[in-house]
């Protein structure tokens, strides 16, 4: 059964940093591009990142480009998300999410078919 | 990266159907078949509904549906039933990124 777990939210003050785990047991995580997505309190939507299989290739929102950095593990199933110089406007849930392959190895993925529950991060003073 | 357009909200009766439009340019929704659909409960994790514009996942209600048109993108829910109520999120690939639309609550009257 696929399942995705976040881990690794809390309060951090403004230009601190943090580090988001996602654990993926139960499918072959290896195999498929991964998202991080986040929702600010009070917000829509907002897309964060995303990595391909095998960690090669990184694409991030204008927003955090520059001071987030996603990363993988695929020996031990897990994703992360360095969050470094923390803004207010970070605060939100974030969430970890697989994606649908269309062509194996490549960046497109088609839709978000399961999603961790999310963890929240709170940046203030 | 701008967010996708979307109606900020939609309403209907017990067994109308609404389309909800997520419209984009020719960067993004425009140049991809990858289009996808979210229903979002506060305090959940959103729920892939419809993929590569007009999929349905397993599990999924034959009510909803999707199709595209140029940079528009639609979702429409057919039969609408009390559970349907919820925020709705169009996403799309725009080549070196991902922009989701700006969300659709959807009001069972």
């Known amino acids: 059964q696929v399942q995705l777990v976040e881990s690794g939210g809390g309060v951090v003050q403004p230009g601190r940093s943090l580090r988001l785990s996602c654990a993926a047991p139960g499918f072959t995580f290896r195999s498929y591009v991964t998202h991080w997505v986040r929702q600010a309190p009070g917000k829509g939507l907002e897309w964060v990142a995303i990595i391909s299989y095998d960690g090669s290739n990184k694409y991030y929102a204008d927003s955090v480009k520059g001071r987030f950095t996603v990363s993988r593990d695929n020996s031990k199933n897990t994703l992360f998300l360095q969050m470094n110089s923390l803004r207010a406007e970070d605060t939100a849930v974030y969430y970890c999410?697989?994606?649908?392959?269309?062509?194996?190895?490549?960046?497109?993925?088609?839709?978000?078919?399961?999603w961790g529950q999310g963890t929240l991060v709170t940046v203030s003073t | 990266q701008s967010a996708l357009t979307q109606p900020a909200s939609v309403f209907g009766s017990p067994g109308q159907s609404i389309t909800i439009s997520c419209t984009g340019t020719s960067s993004d929704v425009g140049s991809y078949n990858l289009v996808s659909w979210y229903q979002h409960h506060p305090g959940k994790a959103p729920k892939l509904m419809i993929y590569?514009?007009?999929k349905r996942p397993s599990g999924v209600s034959h009510r909803f549906s999707g199709s595209k048109s140029g940079n528009t993108a639609s979702l429409t829910i057919s039969g609408l039933q009390a559970e349907d109520e919820a925020d709705y999120y169009c996403?799309?690939?725009?080549?070196?990124?991902?922009?989701f639309g700006i969300g659709t609550q959807v009001t069972v009257l």
């Open positions: 999410a697989k994606g649908i392959v269309v062509v194996p190895g490549a960046m497109g993925t088609s839709g978000l078919d399961y």
């Open positions: 590569e514009v007009n």
């Open positions: 996403y799309s690939y725009a080549g070196s990124a991902y922009v």
